[in-house]
Nanobody, 118 residues
Framework: VQLQASGGGLAQAGGSLRLSCAAS????????MGWYRQGPGKQRELVAV???????DYADSVKGRFSISKDNAKNTVYLQMNSLKPEDTAVYYC?????????????WGQGTLVTVSS
């Protein structure tokens, strides 16, 4: 599976952006997909994840502002980001994972830069 992320850009604080992550094949066989981000001088962190069953989970810092969803027919996962803050500035990476014989296999897309100005 290859992942293609898009939708990053520049937004003002309080604004919105939507990221998309398109998979090169059906995501039915994927246990979950999500978004990570890495801000300047920071470690990569989980932002949001959605499982094959549709369960979602979010980092505390984005709860109530970000929403992850997926469209199985389009093999695409979305991250709707509202009420953006300057601290949301980061490179956002799309991730997919499969659990094979108890081991997690991660697949990464290229990053897309999100810049939030104050």
């Amino acid at each position: 599976v290859q992942l293609q992320a898009s939708g990053g850009g520049l937004a003002q604080a309080g604004g919105s952006l939507r990221l998309s992550c398109a998979a090169s094949e059906s995501i039915f066989s994927i246990n979950g997909m999500g978004w990570y981000r890495q801000g300047p001088g920071k470690q990569r962190e989980l932002v949001a994840v959605i499982t094959s069953g549709g369960r979602t989970d979010y980092a505390d810092s984005v709860k109530g502002r970000f929403s992850i969803s997926k469209d199985n027919a389009k093999n695409t996962v979305y991250l709707q980001m509202n009420s953006l803050k300057p601290e949301d500035t980061a490179v956002y990476y799309c991730n997919a994972y499969r659990i094979v014989l108890g081991n997690v296999m991660n697949i990464w897309g290229q990053g897309t830069l999100v810049t939030v100005s104050s």
